[in-house]
């Protein structure tokens, strides 16, 4: 399977050598990003939580940094909040 950034167009090759055609290969020199969805797009993109299904583009290197630079690329962390326990004395009818 050919690779190429969506930005630009520049042919990636994978960093390994898959023996499995099927297999998504991560570039050499780009990212693989995955695209899960979300409501709101017209694009014909189901948004579905527990779909196994997304979309994949590849951008390389140059095209990410540049896309950064501009402010157009976000990092998200994302953090569980860990459970509390409020612990009151119990007052009945009250
Ligand atoms: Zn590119």
Do not use: W
Request: negative net charge; aromatic residues 4%.
């Amino acid at each position: 399977m050919e690779i190429s950034c969506v930005v630009c167009g520049r042919e990636l090759e994978p960093a390994l050598s898959l023996d499995d055609e099927d297999l998504l290969a991560d570039p050499a020199g780009g990212v693989l990003a995955r695209i899960d969805g979300n409501h709101g797009t017209n694009a014909g993109l189901r948004h579905d939580a527990f779909s196994r299904s997304f979309l994949v583009v590849y951008l390389c290197d140059p095209c990410l940094v540049r896309k950064a630079d501009e402010g157009r690329v976000q990092h998200v962390t994302r953090r569980r909040v860990a459970a509390t326990t409020e612990i009151t004395p119990f007052r009945p009818g009250g």
